[in-house]
């Protein structure tokens, strides 16, 4: 039994009692007393009871033990969308919504586009909500990632074809007109998979256990055969890649290599044309 937070305590006075950031503990109040963010404010005088204070103490303490705070709300917000979320996959990170935008801009009408490394969907709901013209397919190599994909597709109305998938493995000879990607690009012993929120997060959607480019050349090395001559492959990597990936893609023989910044600045999605196959 937690005893961060003794019955009799009101919510005016637990929201002046810092247990954690501020913003996260207004969320796992909210979410564990089912109130609106309004209600928490204007309910300031309202005291918990023993049943209440030990559901608030155990969604704070899982928070405290170091628990992401969109593992524990089973929620996170990607591209204005909800999207659930769970320990079998990566919590969508905002600047993931780069790579997003940069696909809307290539994607032709009723464009074809595959998504690789879906994990809970975000990228290939986020354009299939966008634009329902676009003919999406996402593909994973985890069968509860897909589940988790397949429920936030459903739930936000867009139509995705999803694909039991170890990169192009079950892909065929299928041609898209625009390849995405979010992969695996953590390098294996890195100090951040052994810190903060990404240790609760699946190993298999951060790190590729080798030097951090693997899954990006993977998905270069095959990317021709399934794009026309001029289709765009658009990838997500690390702050330390941009420059690798660059090369990877020229000596593939793409063409327009670039890579673009996230809000912070940061060179995090890198891209190009496609060459004849
Ligand atoms: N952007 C994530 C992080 O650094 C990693 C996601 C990934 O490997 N694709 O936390």
Redesign the pocket.
């Known amino acids: 039994m937690t005893g961060l937070v003794a019955p009799g305590t009101t919510l005016g006075a637990l929201q002046r009692q810092p247990l954690l950031d501020p913003v996260d503990q207004r969320l796992l109040v909210c979410h564990a007393l089912g109130l609106s963010r309004t209600a928490l404010i204007t309910q300031s005088e309202r005291v918990l009871n023993e049943e209440e204070s030990f559901r608030v103490s155990e969604l704070l303490q899982r928070r405290l033990d170091g628990e992401p705070v969109a593992y524990i709300l089973g929620q996170r917000e990607f591209y204005g969308l909800p999207f659930e979320v769970g320990p079998a996959v990566?919590i969508p990170?905002p600047?993931t919504e780069l790579l997003v935008e940069l696909a809307l801009e290539r994607l032709p009408p009723k464009g074809r586009v595959l998504d690789m490394g879906t994990g809970s969907g975000a990228i290939a709901v986020a354009l299939a909500h966008t634009r329902p013209d676009a003919q999406v397919s996402a593909l994973d190599v985890s069968k509860d990632a897909l589940a988790t994909a397949a429920r936030n597709a459903a739930s936000n109305g867009a139509t995705v074809r999803f694909l039991e998938s170890s990169w192009y493995a079950a892909v065929g000879s299928e041609q898209f007109d625009l390849i995405v990607s979010?992969?695996?690009?953590?390098a294996a012993g890195d100090r951040?998979l052994s810190e903060g929120d990404?240790r609760f997060e699946p190993a298999g959607?951060?790190?590729d256990h080798a030097d951090g480019l693997s899954a990006l050349r993977a998905i270069i090395a095959g990317a021709a055969r399934h794009l026309p001559p001029q289709g765009w492959l658009l990838m997500?990597h690390?702050y330390d890649q941009p420059q690798a990936v660059r090369e990877l893609l020229a000596q593939a023989g793409f063409s327009e290599v670039q890579s673009w910044a996230d809000l912070a600045g940061i060179e995090r999605v890198s891209g190009g044309r496609a060459p004849a196959s």
Do not use: K, S
């Open positions: 990566l990170r600047e979010n992969p695996p690009y953590i951040h990404l959607a951060l790190t997500e690390g």
